[in-house]
C-alpha cells in the first residue's frame, strides 16, 4: 500500500477559469516544489508572446495569457547529464522563483519554469499582487492608472464612481439579478466604462478600475426570504477565499486590476453589443461568496442555491478615458 501511494501520480492542475483562481494553482504548484507556504504570488496578462518574453524564453502566440510569478523556497533535484553528476554537488538544486504561463481561454498552463531572478511583469501594465493580501482584503496593483485612484491628489473629477445599493438575487447557476436595473453587473460595467469614456475607443491602455462588494449579514432572529426572481441565465458560481467581515458582519470582497483581456484588452473596442456577460463572471462570483458568507443562500435538494440578498452594495470606481 505505502508503495502504491508512493508510485501514484500527483494530483492534476486546477484550471484557472477567472482570476480568482490563481492563487489556487500557484499554492498547488509550490506545494509540488516544496514550498506550500509562498512569500510571495503576482500575475499580469498579455498575449502568450508578451509574457514569455518577460522570462526571455519566447513562444510567438497571441493567445490571451496569464502570467504567474510565485517567490518561496523551492527545490527541484539537479538534472543529469551524460556523464555521472559529481559528488560533490548535491542532488537537489534550490531556487527562488517558480513562473507559469496559462492560457485564459483554457485555464491550462501553457508554459512553466524555474528561475533565480524575478521576471520584471510591468511591461504588460497592471502587476497583481495575489498574495499576501493587503489588511483591507484588497488585491494590491503595479504601477499603472489605479494608483491614481489611490492617490489623493487626483482630482474627484478625473474618477469616475457608479453605485448600486439595494437587494439583488443571487444565485448558482445563474447571474445576480439587480432589482430595478436591467443587465446585471455586467451591465453595471458597461455602464461605468461609458461614463467614464472608454466606450466606442479601441483599447490601447488597459482600463484599470475598483470593484468594491458589501453584503450586509443576516440579524439575528431574521429569516433569509425565498427569492422573488429568478437569477439571469449563467454558469454555476465558484467559491473562493473568505472576504473581509467587518465589526457588524457586513462582507465585504473588493478587486483592484485590469478587465478581463476578451473583454478590454488590447486591439479591442468596448463595444457593449459585442461584449460577453462571462467576461464579467469574476464579480459575479464576488458577490455570490458574499452572499454565502453572510447566510443569505440555501441550498435546495438539487444542491442548487439561491437567496435574495436585501441590501447589496456594489462600487465601480475608474479613471477618464486618457484624451
Known sequence: MVAEQRNRAPEPLV???????????????????GDPYPELIQHAVGSREEVT???????????????????GKFRARRPSGPRPASPRKPAFVSYPFQVLVVNMAT????????????????????????????????????????????DRSTRVEEIVEVRYRGPATVGSPGRARL????????????????????????????????????????????????????????????????????????VTYKYAGSLHPRAAGPGVRLVETEGHAEDFDAFEDMLYRAAAQADW??????????????????LIRLLRRPP
Open 15 to 33: 484550471r484557472v477559469r477567472d482570476e480568482s483562481m490563481i492563487v489556487q494553482l500557484a499554492r498547488q504548484v509550490a506545494t509540488r516544489h
Open 53 to 71: 518574453r518577460t522570462t526571455g524564453s519566447i513562444v510567438f502566440s497571441d493567445e490571451p495569457s496569464y502570467i504567474i510569478v510565485i517567490k
Open 107 to 150: 485555464g491550462l498552463v501553457t508554459d512553466s519554469g524555474s528561475t533565480h531572478a524575478c521576471p520584471d511583469l510591468t511591461p504588460l501594465g497592471p502587476v497583481i499582487t495575489d498574495h499576501p493580501v493587503a489588511p483591507d482584503g484588497e488585491r494590491t496593483v503595479g504601477a499603472d492608472l489605479l494608483s491614481a485612484l489611490m
Open 179 to 250: 432589482h430595478g436595473r436591467d443587465g446585471g453587473i455586467a451591465g453595471l460595467v458597461w455602464y461605468a466604462l461609458g461614463q467614464s469614456g472608454w466606450l466606442g475607443h479601441t483599447v490601447h491602455l488597459k482600463p484599470t478600475l475598483e470593484v468594491t462588494i458589501r453584503v450586509a449579514p443576516v440579524r439575528p432572529g431574521e429569516r433569509p426570504a425565498p427569492p422573488r426572481f429568478a437569477p439571469l441565465p449563467g454558469g454555476p458560481r465558484r467559491r473562493g477565499e473568505s472576504g473581509v467581515v467587518s465589526e457588524d458582519g457586513t
Open 297 to 314: 443562500l440555501s441550498v435546495r435538494e438539487d444542491k442548487q442555491s439561491s437567496g435574495e440578498v436585501p441590501d447589496a452594495e456594489i
